[in-house]
């Protein structure tokens, strides 16, 4: 009789990192969740630490319209004067991947001009990059100032035993126990990336319910062959 394992519900949903990562986590929630009027805040750390989750969490944890908007999915041109006024109007305003637009003036010059409304009228806005705002290679004087100014908040990479724990708890989500030596196989031939690591197991996840087995080492090695990736 062939292995069966359970499907557990919302296995296809993709789950949040941010919740599980340590360190800081805590600290930045509480500084996001306490917003005051005008404040601005700029979010930055490596890939995967959560960045992304955080904003949009932010974006809907207040119960009105909080627009998020990935700077590296927009053109400068596409914001126009009327889309201006309302970035500017909403209560909370959240800009990922602002270092999309570094060395663009006009989108620059957006950027300027947005905060500075925001902040004169007590709304806040947060940002978030990968660098931190003085390590990004503004082209406008005026807005590299300003963005300096922004109240840094730093999101650090978990270390190996880190991932591990995370991953695990991921997979306990899920309804999945990760073997060790799974786990360890894909930090050592694969990929460290947190985010690639977590969209390589759903696959696994996905490819493993299909064929009703559990996860092994020499089903991983299967798994990545028929990816041609082993």
């Known amino acids: ?27 930045v929630l509480a500084v ?15 890939a995967a630490v959560g960045k992304t989750h955080l904003l949009q969490w932010l974006a809907l944890a207040r119960g009105s319209w909080h627009p998020y908007l990935d700077c590296a999915e927009l053109v ?11 970035w500017c109007g909403a209560p909370l305003l959240c800009l990922d991947n602002v ?5 663009d003036r006009q989108a620059e010059s957006w950027l300027y001009r947005i905060y500075n409304g925001r902040r004169e009228s007590g709304r806040p806005t947060v940002m978030a990059a990968r660098q931190a705002p003085a390590e990004i ?36 989500r899920q309804g999945l126990v990760w073997p060790d030596a799974v786990l360890q196989y894909l930090l050592r031939h694969q990929t460290r990336e947190l985010g690639e ?20 080492l020499a089903r991983l090695r299967m798994f990545l062959a028929s990816r041609g990736s082993a």
């Open 32 to 46: 996001l969740s306490d917003l005051g009027d005008s404040e601005g805040v700029f979010l930055h750390g490596p």
């Open 197 to 216: 690591l977590q969209a390589l197991l759903d696959d696994f996840a996905a490819w493993l319910w299909q064929r009703h087995g559990r996860p092994s």
């Open 137 to 172: 290679a503004w082209s406008l004087p005026d807005w590299a100032s300003r963005a300096t100014a922004l109240i840094p908040l730093a999101l650090r990479a978990p270390d190996e035993a880190g991932v591990l724990a995370i991953l695990q708890q991921l997979g306990a």
């Open 99 to 103: 270092s999309a637009w570094a060395g």
């Open 1 to 27: 009789m062939a292995e069966q394992l359970l499907l557990p519900l919302g296995q296809l949903g993709a789950t949040p990192i941010w919740p599980f990562l340590p360190l800081d986590r805590q600290e």
């Open 76 to 86: 400068p041109e596409s914001l126009c004067a009327t889309a201006e006024e309302r």
